[in-house]
């Protein structure tokens, strides 16, 4: 959480994070030039860059799709989410180191100009043996290259989030794009059937994870609540919720957070004004509810970020009777002022 | 989150459901059967036991060798040194100071990598001659060595 523009707003976290990220990689890499010059004495260096950025740009982006649904299935996950976006830079990195030496290696040293060759040298589209599966890759590179230069939190506010949401969400057409660029091309030329198996079980493994939590948050949304008494709609018995925690339950369209501080209930909308983080999923930490993915924080009275941040969300109105907690699922106005119901 | 924004992950990747299994699967098939690898020069192919023309340059050694009847020719190439060009193919020529044109030109084989090549060659009156080679680079073009072999 930043008041004012900084190119990274580092802490021990992020950068625990980035060296647990830098070794990985440079392990990585080791690692598999080591093994393929084992087996492979006349690997040339073009080749052992080639491969090795690319299989590794791959890998992280399969741990980083795997990131979100992880999240939503299980808490523990939620460290990894934290700085995502430094791993998608790192990954976007190493594919494009693969894609400029590829475009250099096989477009850049003919009379045609590299970029035009790329699209040129093979306009076989309507065989998918010969298809110019680079286009594929190129295509990716680009979503990931608008992805990378967004990532920073000044194009979060200047986009406004739902853009910069939407804009993300081409990450999988880029995942598409960058299996069908790697079956297309590689598959075609190394028959080794452990290939494709590896990368089968990669992207069923993604669908499942996806596919999992979004029907476990489907029936979060789809839950009825039947019993309904002058606008307010009872939602649970008070002590289903643990201090300094909260329940997050979705009334009409949207998930409304109801919090537990010092034996009072807070109710505030449940998505975060910085990435639409789950507020309801994270804990009041310093008297502030704040958010799991990035550290935004909200006061729970009023819902507006403590000062200098600017930062408001709906309140809602709430009551208690007789251990009962009723909710009135018409948002108040960002940062209206709301006194916590004391719990009986 | 906003409910909006979550349904749409879920369409999408019921959607992804479908096509990476579908495009991952369609591409395995569509991998084309391996194709044996012809070469120019037959891989059993043994020296013919009399050398009846000869020629050296610092990189290669090339002698023209026959049998007895002279029923059978064969151009054996030892190439000294590795390549510094992506392609090079062995040309007869009938004139040594004319214009190379490779179309005008008898194609006698492929060499590539440092080591020894027997090329059959056709039977021609032209044999009897001094035999004219070029070793041409036709990526590029380009005629990297020529040599007019000597009766022995």
């Not at chain 2, 990476?20 to 391996?34: E, F, K």
Request: hydrophobic share 45%; proline share 5%; glycine share 6%.
């Amino acid at each position: 959480m930043g008041a004012s523009y900084t190119a990274v707003g580092w802490n021990r976290q992020k950068k625990n994070y980035d060296w647990l990220i830098a070794v990985f990689c440079l392990g990585y890499l080791g690692i598999f030039i080591s093994i393929t010059l084992l087996f492979n004495e006349q690997a040339t260096f073009e080749t052992l860059l080639l491969r090795s950025t690319s299989t590794l740009a791959i890998l992280l982006l399969h741990v980083i799709l795997a990131i979100g649904p992880l999240c939503r299935i299980n808490t523990k996950f939620l460290p990894l989410l934290y700085n995502r976006r430094h791993l998608g830079v790192t990954m976007f990195s190493l594919a494009l180191v693969h894609g400029c030496f590829g475009i250099f290696q096989f477009h850049a040293l003919g009379n045609t100009n590299a970029v035009v060759s790329l699209f040129s040298s093979n306009t076989n589209y309507n065989s998918l043996a010969a298809f110019p599966f680079q286009a594929l890759g190129f295509f990716a590179l680009l979503i990931f290259f608008l992805m990378a230069i967004t990532s920073h939190d000044f194009w979060l506010h200047n986009l406004s989030p739902k853009v910069w949401k939407t804009l993300h969400m081409f990450v999988y057409l880029g995942y598409l794009l960058v299996i069908l660029h790697v079956m297309l091309g590689v598959i075609q030329f190394e028959k080794n059937p452990l290939f494709v198996l590896i990368l089968s079980i990669g992207s069923c493994t993604l669908v499942v994870l996806h596919l999992t939590a979004a029907f476990k948050e489907k029936k979060l949304d789809d839950r009825l609540f039947a019993l309904q008494q002058n606008g307010f709609v009872y939602v649970c018995n008070s002590d289903e919720i643990e201090d300094s925690r909260a329940k997050i339950f979705c009334i009409d369209k949207e998930r409304i957070a109801v919090y537990r501080h010092e034996n009072k209930l807070y109710a505030i909308h449940n998505v975060c004004k910085h990435q639409g983080g789950p507020l309801g999923e994270g804990k009041i930490l310093d008297g502030c509810i704040t958010c799991p993915w990035h550290g935004y924080q909200y006061l729970p009275q009023n819902g507006q970020s403590p000062p200098p941040f600017k930062e408001k969300v709906n309140t809602y109105n709430l009551k208690v009777i007789k251990n009962k907690v009723w909710l009135n699922p018409v948002p108040l106005a960002e940062g209206t002022e709301r006194p916590g119901v004391t719990i009986m | 989150m906003i409910k909006g924004l979550r349904s749409r992950h879920r369409q999408i990747w019921m959607v992804w459901a479908i096509l990476l299994p579908a495009g991952i699967l369609l591409a395995w098939l569509a991998i084309p059967d391996q194709q044996p690898i012809r070469l120019l020069q037959s891989p059993v192919i043994s020296p013919l036991p009399e050398i009846v023309q000869s020629g050296s340059l610092p990189d290669y050694s090339i002698n023209l060798r026959s049998n007895r009847t002279r029923s059978e020719w064969q151009l054996e190439w030892f190439n000294k040194k590795v390549l510094q060009v992506p392609s090079a193919v062995v040309y007869q020529v009938n004139n040594k100071n004319g214009s190379f044109n490779p179309v005008n030109a008898k194609l006698i084989g492929r060499i590539e990598a440092q080591g020894d090549y027997w090329f059959p060659v056709p039977m021609d009156s032209s044999i009897n001659k001094p035999l004219n080679l070029v070793l041409y680079d036709f990526i590029h073009n380009k005629i990297i060595d020529s040599i007019q072999l000597k009766q022995k």
